[in-house]
């Protein structure tokens, strides 16, 4: 039997219906996936507007300079990403290894310094690709989890040291007003232990020769690297406070809008709003008297037990963003977000990007990952948490 055009139609209509609910639905189940983080606290922060009813004090929450800063960072990152700019200075470091232990240095080591200047977010994002390239080439897959690993681990203690190593120490440097030199100074000791720790587990690995296959187009727009240079520079400068953020964004943004709008889109705005959902989540819970007494009853006691063990259950970033509203020590608080970035997989957004980029490389592994990334991570962190709380 004949359908009628309008019955045809109908059938076509309700096809096409049905392909873009499915499309859409498996745009969700994605996008929730690789943005968990932001999603819970989205839901959280929207949950917190039901118990402090909005009104104008909901503005003073949000640390303007704090997003300015980050995502300028961010976007004069992605253009120098574009530019080939991290991976060919890296891939020039890594040229010189001659076995999987010395690249397993250079590739941890290079991620521990670019985390120092470029978040530990932005640096995993930089060198964990370069990581597996390398490793690949050389057929060396089998060190992929424990230098992806020992990677995570460099990028999120490495930053530890200057304000603009972490997004955590960007708040905390920002909110409490913290001096650029007494900021390093009580992060020297975590930082230079970190080192040894990370350093002693890469020379583990057995000294295998192997040969990086393939090659390079090292050639690279020199005008525009300077230039980008150049607004990298300004984003630090905004950072230590010499530049006013109201006129690093226009700088920023504008200058990459017209040299490469490509890299604006490739800007983390989930860690952004991430970021804004936390402001707005900590700032309602801030102002709720029962939470209010608890969380300052326990940063009173011991802030850097406290803020260690927050950063397990909830990472580090929020956590500094929520603790923040309940105690002055500062110095504490910046300890215990940083090392309490090691640990488990959500003690941290950088190790659910190291999680990801494993787990879309290699197949059938995930337990294996999580089994050997804890044994480090919680080795890592008992054993700076016990030394801090030692000489607090």
């Known amino acids: ?122 640096a995993l994002l930089t060198f964990l690709p370069l990581g597996y390239i390398s490793l690949t080439a050389t057929g060396k897959e089998k060190y992929m989890a424990v230098i992806f690993i020992l990677q995570n681990i460099a990028a999120n203690l490495g930053g530890m040291l200057t304000p603009f190593g972490n997004p955590q120490n960007l708040y905390i440097y920002t909110k409490f007003n913290i001096p650029t030199g007494e900021f390093m100074s009580v992060m020297l000791i975590p930082f230079a232990l970190s080192i040894l720790l990370f350093t002693g587990c890469c020379l583990f690995i057995p ?41 690093c964004l226009p700088v920023v943004l504008f200058s990459v809008l017209f040299t490469d709008r490509d890299a604006l889109k490739k800007v983390d705005y989930p860690l952004l709003l991430t970021f804004v959902s936390f402001f707005l989540l900590a700032g309602n819970i801030s102002r709720i008297d029962a939470v209010n007494s608890f969380f300052s009853s326990l940063l009173q006691k011991n802030a850097l037990l406290t803020s260690v063990l927050s950063c397990q259950i909830m990472s580090n970033v929020p956590s500094a963003i929520l603790l923040s509203e309940f105690t002055e020590n500062w110095r504490e608080l910046l300890i215990g977000v940083n090392i309490g970035g090691v640990g488990t997989l959500i003690s941290s957004l950088a190790s659910l990007i190291t999680f990801r980029e494993y787990t879309s490389h290699v197949k059938g592994k995930t337990l294996q990952y999580v089994g050997l990334f804890s044994a480090f991570n919680f080795g890592f962190l008992m054993i700076l948490t016990a030394v801090m709380m030692i000489i607090r």
């Not at 120098?80 to 001659?98: E, M, S």
């Not at 005008?223 to 607004?231: E, G, M, P, S, W």
């Open 207 to 247: 000294k295998e020769s192997l040969e990086l296959n393939g090659s390079d187009d090292d050639k690279i727009n020199t005008k525009r690297t300077i230039f980008n240079l150049v607004l990298f520079v300004v984003a630090i400068l905004t950072v230590f406070r010499i530049v006013p953020y109201y006129i």
């Open 1 to 122: 039997m004949n359908r009628s055009p309008a019955a045809h139609r109908h059938h076509i209509s309700a096809s096409r219906l049905h392909a873009l609910l499915h499309h859409t639905a498996a745009s969700i189940r994605s996008f929730v996936a690789k943005n968990t983080v932001l999603v819970i606290a989205a839901t959280l922060a929207i949950i917190s507007c039901f118990f402090v009813t909005p009104d104008a004090e909901y503005i003073g929450y949000f640390d303007f300079k704090t997003l300015t800063c980050l995502f300028c960072t961010l976007a004069v990152i992605c253009a120098l990403k574009n530019l080939r700019f991290f991976t060919i200075v890296a891939r020039k470091i890594v040229k010189t290894a001659g076995n999987t232990r010395t690249l397993a240095i250079s590739l941890v080591y290079i991620t521990f310094i670019g985390s120092m200047f470029l978040a530990n977010d932005m």
